[in-house]
């Protein structure tokens, strides 16, 4: 089983910036992917970015330019800068793992349980 532990969100004012991490731990023999979602009130979530222990990532047309995502291999750890801030970026945020407890076993798809972020205009 893999736990993840969400920090960093708040209020910040419009354009302003905080960083989201997003700490897993248990049984992990790997990492693959590694991002962040987005849910806004009455609104389904939406992709974020990620990025693949290949090293591909994945953004968001709506947060390019101003969100950035990376990874800390040793601390099992995936980050996300964001700058720039808007009021339409409010929602809550939710990270997302997949990991192998052993080498040959099944990849498992893990959330986090959602930090809220909120930008005042």
């Known amino acids: 089983q893999v736990q993840l532990v969400e920090s960093g969100g708040g209020l910040v004012q419009a354009g302003g910036s905080l960083r989201l991490s997003c700490a897993a731990s248990?049984?992990?023999?790997?990492?693959?992917?590694m991002g962040w979602y987005r849910q806004a009130p009455g609104k389904l979530r939406e992709l974020v970015a990620v990025t693949t222990s290949g090293g591909s990532t994945t953004v968001a047309d709506p947060v390019k330019g101003r969100f950035t995502i990376s990874r800390d291999i040793d601390k099992n750890t995936v980050y996300l800068q964001m700058n720039s801030l808007k009021p339409e970026d409010t929602a809550v945020y939710f990270c997302?793992?997949?990991?192998?407890?052993?080498?040959?076993?099944?990849?498992?798809?893990?959330w986090g349980q959602g930090t809220q972020v909120t930008v005042s205009s």
């Open positions: 248990g049984s992990i023999f790997s990492l693959n992917v």
């Open positions: 997302r793992i997949t990991a192998r407890a052993r080498e040959f076993s099944p990849e498992y798809d893990y």
